[in-house]
């Protein structure tokens, strides 16, 4: 499997198959004498920009913090994960985790002020 092609920025969707937002991050687990093998996947906006720009990064992680938005990022194990063609799927609650904090966020303070939204 190529993990750059098969699963980072893939559409990343719960047991439910609630959409969750996309595969920003994946972690391997690298130790001596071993192969490398893949961890977790990771969804946040902070590992999204950090791809771009570790300062641009840290920059809108403190702003979100001062907002009252969570920036770690959310972890699923890749024991957890399912890799499709075009999604990947994770056996977890989309609700129960913290990696809707943004969207939900943006829904309450930002679209719903906008008159007939």
């Given amino acids: 499997m190529d993990l750059m092609r098969d699963c980072l920025d893939k559409l ?11 595969v920003d991050g994946i972690i391997l687990d690298i130790e001596d004498g071993r192969q490398p093998h893949v961890a977790y996947v990771e969804v946040g906006v902070k590992t999204l920009l950090n791809r ?6 840290n920059v809108v992680a403190r702003w979100l913090r001062k907002v009252g ?18 999604k990947v799927e994770a056996d977890v609650e989309a609700e129960k985790t913290p990696a809707l904090e943004w969207e939900l966020w943006l829904r309450k303070k930002v679209i719903g002020r906008i008159p007939g939204a």
């Fill in 12 to 22: 990343l969707e719960d047991s439910a198959k609630r959409r969750m937002g996309r």
């Fill in 52 to 57: 771009v720009s570790p300062r641009l990064a």
């Fill in 69 to 86: 938005i969570p920036t770690d990022p959310y972890r699923i194990a890749w024991g957890k994960v399912r890799v499709g063609l075009n």
